[in-house]
């Protein structure tokens, strides 16, 4: 499914969920199928999906603070290595977090890890809505 947005320089760009869209995360090239116009989405069902407050990071990746901050919810820790995103999500008690990270892919990609309490990665089920969910924003 390629979904048609309008960035605010009214250049159209296409975004394909179905290449960003894994069993159990979310990535690709940036900016081409992953963006700032996806991460605001995945905030805003996160923020919708989850009850309570939400952690979210990075990697040292070039584009992901721009990413994070377009994921706009929660606790931002900023930069970390993803086992201690995880540590900080059980420690803090959240009711789950966002990890911005293509993991170990190349760097011109990124994507997100998605968790519950306790650091419970998301399902394929709840990705899979997650990816309903974005196609229906267009």
Do not use: W
Request: hydrophobic content about 40%.
């Amino acid at each position: 499914v390629a979904i048609k947005f309008k960035k605010q320089s009214r250049k159209i760009f296409i975004m394909d969920i179905n290449t960003a869209f894994h069993p159990f995360d979310i990535r690709g090239d940036y900016p081409a199928v992953v963006d700032e116009q996806m991460a605001s989405l995945i905030g805003q069902y996160v923020r919708s999906y989850l009850d309570g407050e939400i952690i979210i990071a990075s990697d040292n990746r070039e584009s992901s603070p721009k990413l994070r901050a377009a994921l706009h919810i929660g606790i931002d820790l900023g930069e970390l290595p993803t086992p201690l995103f995880y540590y900080a999500v059980c420690k803090l008690k959240a009711a789950g977090g966002i990890m911005v990270t293509a993991s170990h892919v190349y760097a011109s990609q990124n994507g997100f890890k998605l968790v519950h309490a306790n650091a419970l990665p998301f399902n394929e089920g709840e990705i899979l809505e997650l990816k309903n969910y974005v196609s229906k924003q267009h």
